[in-house]
């Protein structure tokens, strides 16, 4: 993958994280799974097992995206290197 598709998408990745559609929709599934997890009977320990590892999944997307972020970044050699693209 070139340097430029990279670029691309940790710019993509961020406007993801900072969507009000994205967080609200995180959110609510977060939120739907809390309910759904507290409605269980005790006795049903496998989807009570299913549903806690589904949130405590969550973070682990967005933990995905902020490294999509972090390769995304521009560093001071990649400006030489662009800089020295530009000029011919």
Do not use: C
Not at 19 to 25: G, I, L, N, P
Not at 50 to 65: A, D
Not at 71 to 80: A, V
């Amino acid at each position: 993958m070139d340097s430029t598709q990279v670029i691309e998408e940790g710019r993509e990745a961020e406007d993801i994280l900072k969507s009000d559609v994205f967080k609200k929709a995180f959110e609510n599934y977060k939120e739907e799974l809390l309910i759904l997890w507290e409605s269980t009977p005790a006795k049903d320990t496998e989807l009570r097992e299913t549903i806690y590892m589904s949130i405590k999944l969550l973070p682990e997307v967005e933990k995905h995206l902020r490294i999509f972020i972090e390769k995304g970044k521009i560093n001071p050699s990649q400006i030489t290197s662009l800089r020295g693209v530009l000029k011919k």
